[in-house]
């Protein structure tokens, strides 16, 4: 008799499992049966890292525990059987944090915190492993752990100082870390701190205080018999031993980890029948030997362990490439876990995969040993079994030789940097007049023996020949490939990247008991141990989850929707669409924000209008359920004309709404330019950005006695997300109770779209009278949701002969999807701000909000300033280029300055661009810097560098409805102190900056407060949180709360010499409030500010230094330097956390992220995580500085004279990221004859600046 149970150890504790379904991940099974919501899901694809866990196994040849770092997500839940499962709530807790945890809380190493506990676990696998781990180490362990908010300079500092290499004060030593005496010291840095933090202060990481590994899993003796598991759809047989395989064998489909055919097979919705056989619990599959002349690897070895061996045993010319090529795998924990047979097969069965594995194995010349259908042992040749498509057979080794002593070059080549997945490889096996050379381009690599011969005959290197002896067609990957391959053939080594990094940042320290000071967040430690609670992480009793329903169409009228397919499958509740709406499907802005109505649909009412709108949603037992369910719904739509592609929508005058025109009339405009006695005219095209918070959408709707519901929804307005829900189920708002603990992330795209997603909860729970969980998978998220704007605009600009200008005539179509959403409030604000920091003369400004059949756009960090501010920068390189000047100097003469009136009339209060500017000019060596960079280029033709200079201003708070807040707080008779207000937290650390206040302005430390859930049952009609202005709004309320609260307290607590518990009894029993509520409102008039005037500007500047490869398009940055001018910061580590963070989600809108659609079927391309490329931890440049100035212009806006923060550093980022890599890509162009001047164009990915730089 089989056994049917497996046996694991979850953080110490002992579990038993009873057949499991085969289709079950680890992190379903922690988080849904064992509670452990500390393993978050941010992609469910591998990518995220946000589920990081640990796996221990005991290795009997090394008499030791291995940790690996794998996703819970891909993981299959069978496969943990005998091993130690380690999730972060494993590692520490707040009562006992680890190392770790307390470095990168402290460290203020992480905003949103959704990222936080993966990273934790990638870094504790190492630390388990290599407890003084180097620098190269740490950057390998979290390659694939991505973070949305933080920048990740905090956590690769926090994570360095675990190495000897870094951390701590080196006495100038450096050791490869860096050193804070590097910096620019002058007398200009007088009075500033250096750094946030030093961790020399903290305790020393000592393993022996790790939790061991478990012994029950030691002495535990597994049973000889084969393990079957039976799931609804999979029956899966683990046998124990060779003979048991051989007897099972058949016709089952056999698996090692199981990882990608689990991943595949959870994508197909259908009812079907499958059994599948594991490799995993055989001996003869699992072993490593290395013998004299040859290495054998099991076929159910990793990918990790794999390389490792081969790195350790074969000749020092090909174990470096080996190591080097695997550590570009794009997954270190897919590489930790799954295994390379499962690479090569998976890979060659499919014919379009380019496998690094199986690229490997051909160049190795890798014997496998096969397990025929008949119970035999043979040996064949890799490439035999891929082209004879031997995969009846079981592979049971890979045999390679260890006396080779050729030299092996490898090269992948991805869409971003090389850790991503593989577009194209290449490798060669070069020496003894053999050569063994590969390219992959699908399946099995191609051999190019044309080329082997010829390098044979020792003939020149030349580029040209060596592609017409591989019989190649010509391409970019493969020019790449070659040149390279000629460099590797002449012994040119490639530069090794330092590893040392200079990361600083520079703030004035205060005197201040709470407000000034960089305290950590409060929040760090919860969400850093898994502690934190996002709502998916909230657990209710009989819920329903809800799977979604998405248009697969462009433009298309909906002729029926059969749910029946769906409804069948044991578990589903039902299927709800548009007609289950009690109230108004189209609950749209108007009823907050009276300017833009919008007309998005909750459900797709007759008629679809973009790929991925919901039509309706399957509600069931299970989030895995409903998601499968929702793709059995049928739909038969009549297909309608689509205009999916931006062009053809622009050409064809598709728009959502008015033209908006700013600034002057056209004639007045028309005649400026006449005028001028040049006129420059040019078109601008800015691609669209993905929020990728990495939290995706989510909702809980509770429902309540008569028709009260509870919502707990990630969205950045509770109000707002209140009445869109009355609306929608024809309630008034007061019985809806909106609730917004947190958001893992938020960026601009949690307010419609949090709605949306509330709305369809809210209906099914009302339906069904059961807790609905709307949880959107990522790539629902990519598909359900709007991005940034995507603009396309035309300028014709008047100078005078210095370059000055006199008048700016613009026009600009911005790609609003398929519905209003946040289009004419982002073409408002474009407009009205695209003159910037500039002073443009005349300016008018046309602005075109197009409709287009795909994801309906909406508001981003940045709201609109980005795309004027990359617009800008391609004016004013085509100035520089006319007037034969440098592009800052360009930039400075057309500076506006506080005094200064804008192109609409308002006058500039309260502004420090010109010492911004002027400060990081000069503290980051422009000039100096320049001429350098001038020389390097003049020596180097494939390598260019550039650098450039960039600036913002930006004006708060906003005028309007939205620039006011809302606070509450209540004293407890303890004197303990509740504090609420109506914005909400989402990684910008409101929360934390408004406990600060609180405790600054009552004197009361700041762990006697609390700030609780951003509520609408405390309060009501608060604006969204956006646009930056939410501490001082906030702040405002806060400060007149504590104001109103100590008029009465003041003269109590100065007869109690200022006891607190004492005073607050005596108040209570004097009949004094302890308990108000209080607007922040910013009075203008009282210090001379107009009506729509800006009080203040946070204005900042920064300069970039970048180097590309010009063959293979990689941007990499040298050294930023970013000024600011945030006031008296009310926290400088939440403030430089910002900065850093809107550095790098600036780089990546200029540089890796693309939003592009099929024209035909109107899907997006980068539908899934792992398409669409957002900075990683590699792409962080190495000498990043930071400034904050700390000027204080202070007027009555302000909140202890600090500044709003959190959009403006992306401008100016963006911005200055996109003119350096314009300069390099200059430099080549004018080097290389070409004359053509090339405008703002955005993305500048890798294929981009290889066409730019391609004759
Ligand atoms: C997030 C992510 C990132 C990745 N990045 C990269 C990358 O950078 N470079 C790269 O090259 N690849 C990459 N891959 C692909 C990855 O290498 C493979 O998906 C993985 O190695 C498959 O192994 P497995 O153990 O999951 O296979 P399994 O699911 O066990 O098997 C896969 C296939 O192999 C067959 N098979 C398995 N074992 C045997 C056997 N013993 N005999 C015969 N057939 C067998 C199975 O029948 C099945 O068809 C990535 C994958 C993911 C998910
Ligand atoms: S990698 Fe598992 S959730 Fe993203
Ligand atoms: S802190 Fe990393 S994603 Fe928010």
Redesign the pocket.
């Known amino acids: 008799m089989p056994t049917t149970g497996i046996f694991f150890n979850v953080n110490g504790k002992d579990v038993k499992e009873e057949n499991v379904d085969p289709e079950l991940t680890l992190a379903y099974y922690l988080r849904n049966k064992l509670g452990l919501r500390g393993t978050k899901l941010g992609c469910e694809?591998?990518?995220c890292g946000s589920c990081t866990v640990v796996i221990g196994t005991w290795d009997e040849d090394q008499n030791k525990a291995v940790y690996r770092a794998v996703n819970a997500c891909?993981v299959p839940l069978f496969h943990v059987h005998r091993t130690f499962v380690i999730t972060v709530e494993g590692v520490g807790s707040r009562d006992k944090i680890h190392p770790i945890q307390d470095r990168m809380a402290r460290g203020h190493a992480l905003q949103c915190g959704f990222c936080s506990p993966g990273f934790v676990m990638s870094a504790y696998a190492l630390l388990r492993n290599h407890p003084n781990p180097s620098i190269k180490q740490i950057n390998a362990a979290i390659r694939s752990n991505l973070c949305r908010c933080t920048g990740y300079r905090p956590i690769l500092e926090a994570l360095y100082s675990f190495s000897s290499e870094s951390g701590g004060c080196c006495g100038g030593k450096k050791n490869g870390g860096g050193c804070c005496k590097d910096k620019n010291s002058s007398d200009e840095d007088e009075g500033f701190d250096e750094k946030l933090l030093n961790f020399g202060d903290f305790p020393k990481y000592d393993s022996t205080q790790e939790i061991i590994f478990p012994p029950s899993l030691r002495t535990f003796v597994d049973t000889e018999k084969q393990l079957i598991l039976s799931g609804s759809r999979i029956e899966l047989t683990l046998p124990k031993t060779l003979e048991q395989f051989k007897l099972e064998r058949n016709d089952r489909?056999?698996?090692?980890?199981?990882?990608?055919?689990r991943?595949v097979t959870s994508r197909n919705p259908k009812e079907f029948s499958q059994k599948w056989i594991s490799?995993k619990y055989v001996k003869e599959f699992n072993e490593v030997k290395v013998e004299s002349d040859t290495i054998t690897i099991g076929?159910a070895v990793t990918?990790q362990k794999l390389s490792e061996t081969l790195s350790a045993s074969l000749q020092e010319n090909i174990a470096s490439e080996i190591g080097r090529f695997i550590q570009k795998?794009?997954?270190q924990q897919?590489a930790n876990f799954?295994?390379w047979?499962?690479?090569i097969?998976?890979a060659a069965?499919s014919s379009v995969s380019v496998?690094?594995?199986l690229l490997l194995l051909n160049v190795l010349d890798a014997k496998l040993t096969l397990l025929t259908e008949n119970g035999d042992l043979v040996q064949t040749e890799i490439g035999r079994f891929v082209e004879e498509k031997q995969?009846e057979n079981?592979?049971v080794n890979a045999v390679f030789s260890r006396n080779d002593n050729r030299r092996l070059f490898c090269l992948k080549l991805g869409e971003t940097s090389e850790q991503d997945?593989?577009n194209f490889n290449f490798g060669a096996l070069i020496g003894n007049k053999s050569n063994r050379i590969f390219v992959g381009l699908g399946g099995q690599p191609k051999r190019l023996n044309g080329l082997e011969s010829y390098i044979n005959s020792g003939k020149s290197m030349d580029l040209e020949e060596l592609y017409k002896e591989s019989q190649v067609e010509k391409n970019y990957n493969f020019t790449i490939a070659l040149t390279r391959f000629i460099e590797f053939l002449n012994h040119k080594e490639h530069g090794k990247s330092s590893e040392a990094v200079n990361y600083i940042q520079y703030f004035k320290p205060t005197h201040n008991e709470s407000v000034g000071r960089p305290i950590a967040n409060y929040f760090n430690e919860r969400a850093i141990t898994g502690e934190a609670l996002y709502v998916n992480d909230i657990q209710t009793h009989n819920a329903v989850h809800l799977g979604f329903v998405l248009s697969t169409v462009p433009h298309a009228e909906i002729i029926n929707v059969d749910p029946s397919e769906a409804l069948k499958l044991k578990g589903v509740c039902g299927y709800f669409g548009v007609t289950d709406i009690p109230g108004n499907n189209v609950p749209g802005l108007q009823l907050a924000n009276m300017n833009f109505p919008d007309n998005t649909t909750i459900f797709a009412d007759k008629k679809v209008e973009s790929v991925g709108q919901v039509i309706g949603v399957i509600a069931a037992n299970d989030v895995v359920l409903a998601r499968r369910a929702a793709r059995l719904v049928k739909i038969d739509y009549k297909g309608l004309k689509s205009l999916v592609d931006f062009k053809e929508a622009r050409e064809a005058e598709s728009l959502l709404g008015d033209v908006k025109n700013y600034g002057k009339d056209e004639k007045i405009m028309n005649e400026c330019l006449e005028k001028s006695s040049k006129v420059l005219e040019g078109e601008v095209e800015i691609g669209g950005q993905e929020h990728y918070y990495l939290e995706t959408q989510s909702s809980l709707v509770i429902p309540g006695e008569g028709d009260e519901l509870v919502v707990h929804c990630a969205t950045q307005g509770t109000s707002f997300t209140q009445l869109m829900v009355a609306e929608a189920m024809k309630i008034p708002a007061h019985k809806v109770i909106v609730k917004t603990k947190r958001l893992g992330g938020g960026f601009g795209g949690k307010v419609n779209n949090a709605s949306w997603i509330a709305c369809m909860c809210a209906v099914v729970a009302r339906k069904l009278n059961r807790p609905a969980y709307g949880f959107l998978s990522r790539a629902d998220d990519l598909a359900i949701t709007g991005k940034r704007h995507g603009v396309y605009a035309k300028y014709r600009v008047g100078i005078d002969s210095e370059g000055k200008i006199e008048g700016i005539y613009y026009k600009a179509w911005l790609n609003g999807g398929w519905s209003k959403d946040h289009t004419e409030g982002v073409t408002m604000v474009m407009g009205v701000l695209v003159d910037e920091v500039y002073n443009m003369g005349t300016v008018r400004f046309e602005g075109y909000p197009v409709k287009t059949n795909s994801n309906s756009n909406t508001a981003l960090r940045g709201y609109g300033n980005p795309q004027s501010k990359l617009l800008n920068e391609g004016v004013m390189r085509r100035i520089a280029r006319e007037v034969k000047k440098d592009v800052e100097e360009v930039k400075k003469l057309n500076f506006s300055f506080e005094g200064h009136h804008r192109f609409l009339g308002t006058k500039i209060h309260n502004d420090s661009l010109g010492e911004c500017w002027e400060c990081c000019t000069n503290w980051s060596e422009f000039e100096k810097r320049k001429r350098k960079i001038e020389e390097f280029n003049r020596n180097s033709k494939t390598v260019k560098r550039g650098i450039a200079m960039s600036s913002v201003r930006f004006g708060l708070p906003h005028a309007g409805p939205s620039g006011h807040g809302i606070a509450s707080i209540l004293i407890n008779l303890d004197g303990s102190i509740q504090l609420s207000i109506g914005g909400t937290e989402m990684g910008q650390g409101l929360n934390q900056k408004m406990l600060q206040v609180c405790s600054e302005a009552l004197k009361r430390p700041i762990d006697t407060i609390t700030i609780v859930d951003t509520s609408t049952d405390k309060i009501t009609n608060a604006p969204e949180t956006g646009g930056s202005q939410n501490a001082d709004t906030n702040g405002l309320a806060v400060l007149a709360c504590c104001n109103r609260i100590m008029s009465k307290l003041q003269p109590i607590l100065n007869k109690n010499e200022g006891e607190w518990e004492k005073s607050i009894r005596e108040a209570y029993a004097a009949y004094i409030p302890l308990q108000c509520t209080e607007y922040g409102t910013v009075k203008r008039e009282e210090f001379g500010v107009g009506e729509m005037e800006s009080p203040y500007n946070t204005t900042g500047a920064c300069a970039v230094e970048i180097e590309i490869d010009i063959l293979s398009g990689y941007n990499h940055v040298i050294r930023v330097d970013m000024v600011m001018d945030v006031g008296e910061s009310l926290n400088p580590a939440i403030d430089i956390g910002q900065i850093e963070g809107a550095f790098m989600q600036g780089y990546g809108l200029v540089t890796c992220e693309k939003i592009t659609f099929n024209r035909e079927t109107g899907y997006l391309d980068q539908n899934s995580a792992?398409k669409y490329k957002i900075p990683k931890a590699s792409d962080v440049p190495k000498d990043f500085r930071v400034k904050l100035l700390g000027i204080n212009k202070a007027n009555g806006a302000q909140v202890y004279s600090s500044k709003g923060i959190g959009e403006p550093p992306l401008m100016m980022s963006c911005g200055a990221v996109h003119s350096a890599i314009m300069y390099c890509i200059d430099v080549w162009r004018k080097e290389n004859g070409i004359e053509e001047f090339v405008d703002t164009i955005s993305p500048l990915s890798a294929e981009r600046i290889q066409k730019l730089c391609s004759k």
Request: aromatic share 8%; hydrophobic share 40%; no cysteine.
């Open positions: 694809e591998g990518v891909l489909n056999v698996i090692s980890s199981g990882l990608i055919t991943f490799t076929s990918i795998f794009s997954s897919v799954a295994t047979t499962g690479a097969v998976s069965k496998s690094d594995l995969f079981t592979v997945s593989t792992g």
